[in-house]
């Protein structure tokens, strides 16, 4: 049985991404912003309870839309970009309703209902799970467990297992710094991630939430209920989390690449 599917389909991805990093490092570095005053005029309470209550008035639609600006969207135009924010930018703890409406936009985007035809598809190729046989019906099937397979996973990492461990399930961009090192900072974000009260911990919902994942999915995988392919597709998942770190931390850079060569092209 094959179930690397979601990490051999996200390949070329990070190659294309790899590439055009390599291509960003080329061009010169932006011109620095203009220096702020030394001192801030000063807030009076009343003006700062008010924008205390304009946070804590925030629904949680506005609160993923500020966490997501500037990122550009899907990334790829396929990859669902509902849990970038920058880390350059002000921490604000998420509400659990703004976490559940993270799991829920990643998990009913129209792309992710592509990526499961894809997968449905090399499922099929390969006859993975024989079980479900081949033909529409087969098709059918497989298209229905691999939806299942990504809805259950962001259920679990980004809404669930971060409200019930008080964990950020964001992404935060490092932007700056040598292609190593941001490199270093998706993957990190694997394994640790930031609590609600801003600290760091071992990124629970993350590696458990995976795992509890691919447990469920033995549920409708009869045919390979054992260890190992529960251990493959829990690797699979976290793996393809990975490479998801690694194209949204890049991202803004290749759409910004794209668009000056657009630009230039256009021009007289």
């Not at 990093?21 to 005053?37: D, G, K, Y």
Request: hydrophobic share 35%; glycine share 8%; proline share 5%.
């Amino acid at each position: 049985m094959r179930i690397y599917k979601r990490a051999i389909a996200s390949l070329p991805f990070l190659a294309l991404c790899l590439c055009a990093v390599s291509l960003r490092a080329q061009e010169t570095a932006p011109a620095a912003a203009p220096a702020q005053p030394a001192v801030a005029p000063a807030q009076s309470s009343e003006q700062k309870k008010d924008e205390t209550k304009k946070d804590d008035d925030k629904s949680a639609g506005e609160i993923v839309k500020e966490s997501t600006q500037g990122t550009g969207g899907a990334v790829l135009g396929v990859l669902p970009n509902f849990r970038s924010t920058n880390s350059g930018d002000e921490f604000k703890p998420l509400p659990a309703k703004a976490k559940w409406l993270i799991g829920f936009k990643d998990s009913f985007y129209y792309t992710v209902y592509l990526v499961s035809g894809l997968f449905a598809g090399l499922g099929q190729l390969d006859g993975n799970h024989p079980q479900f046989g081949q033909g529409v019906e087969g098709y059918a099937k497989r298209y229905v467990t691999s939806y299942a397979d990504q809805a259950i996973g962001n259920i679990m990492t980004e809404s669930l297992f971060p409200v019930m461990l008080h964990e950020d399930p964001r992404y935060f961009r490092q932007q700056t710094g040598s292609v190593r090192s941001r490199l270093g900072s998706a993957v990190a974000q694997i394994f640790v991630t930031r609590t609600d009260s801003g600290g760091r911990q071992f990124n629970f919902s993350e590696i458990v939430g995976n795992g509890v994942a691919a447990g469920i999915s033995d549920l409708y995988y009869k045919d390979s209920r054992n260890f190992s392919s529960t251990g493959e597709q829990w690797f699979t998942a976290v793996a393809t989390d990975t490479f998801s770190n690694v194209l949204k931390e890049f991202w803004p850079d290749i759409k910004r690449r794209m668009t000056k060569k657009h630009d230039t092209a256009v021009q007289p």
